[in-house]
């Protein structure tokens, strides 16, 4: 199974947009943690949803070590990964195939 790593730091009202390739008829996830300067980011809410349609597919919040994690997740679906701080702004990352 491949696994790729990425660090995002987007500013407010900035948008990153990534490419990700997901082999065909494999299940793939994914998974990784908020966090800010101070470290961790416990109970961010963190939305995944279809770019064509603008549907939620899946919700979670951020554990302790601001972790979270989604899946399975379909090839050749362009995907955005919203995340907001308790107490802050929304941020977007775009995820694709």
Same mark, same amino acid.
């Given at each position: 199974?491949?696994?790729y790593?990425?660090?995002?730091?987007?500013?407010?009202?900035?948008?990153? +947009?990534?490419a990700?390739? *997901?082999?065909?008829? %494999? !299940?793939?996830?994914?998974?990784?943690?908020? /966090?800010?300067?101070?470290?961790?980011? +416990?109970?961010?809410?963190? *939305?995944?949803?279809? %770019? !064509?349609?603008?549907?939620?597919?899946?919700? /979670?919040?951020?554990?302790?070590?601001?972790?979270?994690?989604?899946?399975?997740?379909?090839?050749?679906?362009?995907?955005?990964?919203?995340?907001?701080?308790?107490?802050?702004?929304?941020?977007?990352?775009?995820l694709?195939?």
């Amino acid at each position: 199974m491949r696994s790729y790593e990425f660090y995002i730091k987007p500013g407010p009202g900035e948008r990153d +947009e990534t490419a990700v390739p *997901l082999p065909p008829a %494999q !299940e793939a996830l994914i998974a990784g943690h908020v /966090t800010e300067d101070r470290g961790p980011v +416990e109970g961010a809410l963190v *939305l995944l949803t279809d %770019q !064509e349609t603008g549907s939620l597919l899946q919700y /979670t919040v951020t554990d302790a070590l601001g972790r979270f994690w989604f899946g399975p997740l379909e090839p050749d679906t362009l995907y955005f990964l919203r995340v907001q701080k308790p107490d802050g702004p929304v941020r977007i990352v775009e995820l694709s195939k």
